[in-house]
């Protein structure tokens, strides 16, 4: 049976990018040709939301609820799927505990600022009890500027001894467009220094998994 990458999207704090993230990460993962689901854990439904604007129906996006995680992952172990994406909903400790629990690689995307840095002491808490600290990330997401990514990470370092990510990810309206486009930015403009960034971060996501789908 083909081993499948399941990657979780977890953040207890609302606004940090995370259905960006896995909207991009799933798209570029198709680009690749690798077959799989994005499951929508947030009752805000934005990640099908974004699934309605393609044109292209895959990769499927599924809604689904904390308690159906396991039967899904089964199913696309049968299916032979190469990838799984859950986005979770912030203030939610079960459906996170939950993704946490069944994922690969658990990124957990903040934002340079106070208050995203502040609350990844709840989501590092919530990490810890799912037992997965050793393969969860800090993705630093919509840094204005090269200065305060490397700011934010000395911060986030120092203060919550968590990995970071190793690609950062810049404040850039690519982002925003492509997914209003229902894209990832890799899809939407290749080129593109988001397109860049998408396809690095990927590139060492799929390095970094005991999972990991070439």
Same mark, same amino acid.
């Given at each position: 049976m083909?081993?499948i990458?399941?990657?979780c999207?977890l953040?207890n704090k609302?606004?940090?990018?995370?259905?960006?993230l896995?909207?991009?990460i799933?798209?570029?993962l198709?680009?690749r040709?690798?077959?799989?689901?994005?499951?929508?854990l947030?009752?805000q439904?934005?990640a099908?939301?974004?699934?309605?604007?393609?044109?292209d129906?895959?990769p499927?996006?599924?809604?689904?609820?904390?308690h159906?995680l396991?039967?899904i992952?089964?199913r696309?172990n049968?299916? %032979? !799927?190469d990838?799984? =994406?859950i986005?979770?909903?912030?203030h939610?400790?079960?459906?996170?505990?939950? #993704?946490? +629990?069944v $994922?690969d690689?658990?990124?957990?995307?903040?934002?340079p600022?106070?208050?995203?840095?502040a609350a990844?002491?709840?989501?590092k808490?919530?990490?810890?009890?799912a037992?997965?600290?050793?393969?969860?990330?800090v993705?630093i997401?919509?840094?204005?500027?090269a200065?305060?990514?490397? %700011? !934010?990470?000395q911060a =986030?370092?120092a203060?919550?001894?968590?990995?970071i990510?190793?690609v950062?990810l #810049?404040? +850039?309206? $690519?982002y925003?467009?492509?997914f209003t486009?229902?894209?990832s930015?890799?899809e939407?403009?290749?080129?593109?220094?988001?397109?860049?960034?998408?396809?690095?971060l990927?590139?060492?996501l799929?390095?970094?998994?005991?999972h990991a789908?070439k």
């Amino acid at each position: 049976m083909k081993n499948i990458l399941i990657v979780c999207l977890l953040s207890n704090k609302g606004g940090s990018g995370k259905t960006t993230l896995s909207t991009a990460i799933a798209g570029e993962l198709h680009r690749r040709k690798l077959s799989g689901l994005l499951i929508d854990l947030d009752p805000q439904g934005s990640a099908s939301r974004w699934h309605q604007q393609r044109d292209d129906k895959e990769p499927g996006v599924i809604p689904a609820q904390a308690h159906q995680l396991p039967g899904i992952v089964e199913r696309a172990n049968e299916a %032979e !799927a190469d990838f799984l =994406i859950i986005d979770t909903p912030p203030h939610s400790d079960s459906a996170s505990l939950a #993704a946490a +629990r069944v $994922a690969d690689v658990i990124l957990a995307p903040a934002r340079p600022g106070l208050a995203d840095v502040a609350a990844l002491e709840f989501t590092k808490d919530l990490i810890a009890i799912a037992k997965k600290l050793d393969s969860s990330y800090v993705v630093i997401n919509a840094a204005p500027h090269a200065a305060a990514a490397t %700011e !934010a990470k000395q911060a =986030i370092i120092a203060s919550y001894h968590m990995d970071i990510c190793p690609v950062p990810l #810049a404040q +850039r309206i $690519a982002y925003s467009h492509a997914f209003t486009a229902g894209l990832s930015p890799s899809e939407y403009d290749p080129s593109s220094k988001a397109g860049a960034e998408v396809k690095k971060l990927v590139t060492w996501l799929q390095k970094t998994s005991k999972h990991a789908v070439k």
